[in-house]
């Protein structure tokens, strides 16, 4: 069963082990240090699950770090939108995890954040993510040609996003 913790000083050593692998790093964000050393580990954990910026858990199986799950919080106008982020290490692709810790943290942001629509950026070749995210209820709205330059070529991105249910509505200001 996945859990969405706090990190933890021990999870350093796995979170290196599995972050520092090409295979789970290449639809990262250029911003995801390669290679990620233990200096940025420490800086991961020590940062905590909240700033201004966002806030990142840890995806633990059986109180064992696995990944990452986290949110960037939209500023000003984008207030009530977060982007979503996530990633596993590799021995645990395949088994219905990511699945599991995006369908927790979006219950989680309906239920304790203000947000209104969670969204998610895919490069179309990551067709594992695109997965996930539709079966967590997220839809693909759209593609934004040409959005991304890595490696010497354009990209596309696929927008993927989850509204908020009604059911869940919080007041706005």
């Keep these: 069963m996945i859990t969405l913790r ?23 964000r250029d911003q995801f240090p390669r290679p990620y050393t233990r ?4 800086y991961w954990i020590d940062e905590g699950s909240s700033s201004r910026e966002g806030q990142h858990f840890c995806i633990s199986l059986h109180g064992e770090c696995i990944g990452s799950i986290g949110v960037f919080w939209g500023k000003r ?12 290490g590799e021995p645990f692709w395949g088994m219905g995890y990511a699945s599991e810790a995006l369908s927790q943290f979006t219950d989680w942001l309906e ?3 203000l947000l209104e629509r969670f969204y998610a ?3 179309p070749e990551n067709v594992s993510s695109c ?22 070529q354009w990209q596309d991105e696929l927008i993927y996003a989850k509204l ?10």
Aim: charged share 40%.
């Design 131 to 152: 997965r996930v995210l539709e079966k967590c209820g997220y839809e693909c709205e759209g593609r934004a040609r040409r959005s991304i330059y890595r490696d010497g």
């Design 39 to 42: 200096r940025d580990a420490q």
């Design 6 to 28: 706090a990190f933890r000083s021990d999870d350093e050593k796995q979170l290196v082990s599995l972050a520092n692998n090409p295979r789970v790093t290449r639809f990262l």
């Design 77 to 88: 106008e984008y207030r009530y939108s977060g982007e979503v982020g996530y990633w596993l």
């Design 121 to 123: 950026m895919v490069v």
């Design 164 to 173: 908020r249910a009604a059911e869940r509505r919080k007041p706005m200001d």
């Design 111 to 113: 239920q304790d954040s």
